[in-house]
């Protein structure tokens, strides 16, 4: 909602431009990771996964990248839109062959300008 | 097919009173799981449910209840509400807990404060 997002970094683009958010994951042992949006007053939503056995992984306009050296992940988003505009969120899987728990990062805000 | 559904929207407690928030999901998955989203920070999982008849902590369960009611619904409940559950509450669901896809879909939130 409106108070969520409130001391999150902020990545500001001018529409057209690509963005590329960035996000540090915590576990070497991790195997899956997804990233979601959310928009302001809504739930996460699912915009793309990558297994830990894959380095790139393309969607509609996005495109994720996974660096398990150094335990990197981002999100490349194409031709960002107004509608682009909200909260970003990776999320892991630690347990690999195991539970789904994701372990979620805290975020980075996307504005996009006209 | 309205997805995750969580009622109410909105709710505002004085401390020390209980509620019990309600989800439902009518995409046949198996689990479930109930989160807080704080400002600023990301989500964090309060309780979880594996598969119809299971529940289990997650990472801030103190203070919070759960029922897995049937397949469909979950619910959370705080028994004595603390300024500290001041919060925004979602339930999501996923097809399994054990393989992938881990993708989890969510509801629309409920924003609980207690005064």
């Known amino acids: 909602g409106e108070s969520v997002g409130l001391h999150l970094p902020t990545l500001s683009v001018q529409e057209g431009d690509n963005s590329i958010i960035n996000c540090a994951y915590s576990n070497s042992a991790s195997d899956y990771f997804i990233w979601y949006k959310q928009e302001s007053g809504k739930g996460p939503q699912f915009i793309i996964d990558?297994?830990?056995?894959?380095d790139k992984r393309q969607g509609q306009r996005v495109t994720v990248l996974l660096n398990k050296t150094v335990k990197h992940l981002s999100l490349q988003i194409a031709a960002t839109q107004p509608g682009d505009s909200a909260v970003y969120f990776c999320?892991?899987?630690?347990?690999?062959?195991?539970?789904?728990?994701?372990?979620f990062g805290a975020g980075t805000r996307l504005a996009v300008h006209p | 097919n309205a997805g995750v559904t969580q009622t109410p929207k909105f709710q505002v407690l004085k401390t020390g009173q209980s509620m019990t928030l309600q989800c439902a999901q009518d995409m046949n998955h198996n689990s479930m799981y109930w989160y807080r989203q704080d400002p600023g920070m990301g989500l964090r999982l309060i309780y979880y449910?594996?598969?119809?008849?299971?529940?289990d902590k997650g990472e801030v369960p103190n203070g919070y209840n759960v029922s897995r009611l049937n397949k469909r619904e979950f619910s959370l409940r705080l028994e004595s509400a603390a300024p500290s559950q001041t919060s925004v509450y979602f339930c999501?669901?996923?097809?399994?807990?054990?393989?992938?896809?881990?993708?989890?879909?969510f509801g629309p939130g409920t924003r609980l404060t207690v005064t």
């Open positions: 999501a669901s996923s097809e399994q807990v054990q393989r992938p896809p881990y993708e989890q879909y």
């Open positions: 449910s594996a598969s119809e008849g299971t529940t």
């Open positions: 990558i297994r830990s056995n894959m």
């Open positions: 999320a892991e899987n630690p347990f690999s062959g195991g539970y789904n728990k994701l372990i």
